[in-house]
Structures are given as C-alpha cells and as structure tokens.
C-alpha cells in the first residue's frame, strides 16, 4: 500500500513524527526518528507499508484532510523524491 507524507512534527525532545496516509485518507502510518537519523536517511514523498502495518483512520475530519493532502503530494511529487 503506498502511503503520502501528510504531516510532519518536530517535538523538544530532537524527534520527528512522520505521518502517512493513502490518497482516500482511510489508512495511515505514523513513525518517529530523530532528527539525527533523519539527515543520514532522508524523508521521501511517499512509502509503501503492507495494509496490516497500517491504521485505520476513523475520524472524518482528519481522514478527509490526510485524503487532501495524500492527493496533493501524489500529484507533485514522485514517491522517492526527498521531501
């Protein structure tokens, strides 16, 4: 399943939470690094994650704006591109 980044945070602790969604918005994944792993491993545009690695979205405020954003980076970005 090929998921879109949809949101990134930074929090005092020098981590990163990465948030992924599927274009519907429907499924997600979420990962966290630290900022230091994150210079040798670039974040990209998009990953692929297996469905049962994921998490399903229930609220329909943040599915409809996972699904929003999801749509905007697949049209502006390839998959591998370093975001």
Known sequence: MRLWLVSREY????????????????RSY????????????????????DEDDTDRVDDDERRERYAAEAERMAGDHNPDDEI
């Open 11 to 26: 929090d005092t602790r020098q981590t990163v939470t990465l948030n992924y969604a599927s274009v519907d918005g429907r």
């Open 30 to 49: 979420t990962r966290q690094a630290s900022i230091e792993l994150l210079q040798r491993k670039p974040i990209t545009a998009a990953i692929d994650r």
